[in-house]
């Protein structure tokens, strides 16, 4: 069974930055590809980042290019997602997620292109 878990979330002002965190546990990630969606409150959830580890593929949703960067560290089966000049609007929980399937990008930004998520990490940003 695999389990993800995410942490580093918090209360944040408008510009401010946070790093989460994603803790995969009960198998060896280096052939996964591994992805952040959100969810604000009475939203859909959202597409933000994906990785596949073991070629560094990334894709990002438009609205976090050149701020939010997707990365893992393969000695800690971890992957991060580093958030800069967060904005107001980015209040939410944030989801990481994986799998080992082979897919098209296209559906690297679908939710149920992924097998494994975890219980997902609050992310506050005040104005």
């Known amino acids: 069974q695999v389990q993800l878990a995410e942490s580093g979330g918090g209360l944040v002002q408008a510009g401010g930055s946070l790093r989460l965190s994603c803790a995969a546990s009960?198998?060896?990630?280096?052939?996964?590809?591994m992805a952040w969606f959100r969810q604000a409150p009475g939203k859909e959830r959202e597409f933000v980042a994906a990785?596949?580890?073991?070629?560094?593929?990334?894709i990002y949703v438009d609205s976090v290019k050149g701020r939010f960067t997707i990365s893992r560290d393969n000695a800690r089966n971890t992957g991060y997602l580093q958030m800069n000049d967060l904005k107001p609007e980015e209040k939410a929980v944030y989801y990481c997620?994986?799998?080992?399937?082979?897919?098209?990008?296209?559906?690297?930004?679908?939710?149920?292109?992924?097998?494994?998520w975890g219980q997902g990490t609050q992310v506050t940003v005040s104005s």
């Open positions: 997620a994986a799998t080992i399937r082979i897919s098209s990008l296209s559906r690297w930004r679908v939710g149920d292109g992924y097998d494994y």
């Open positions: 009960g198998r060896t990630f280096s052939n996964y590809r």
């Open positions: 990785q596949k580890w073991i070629t560094t593929t990334t």
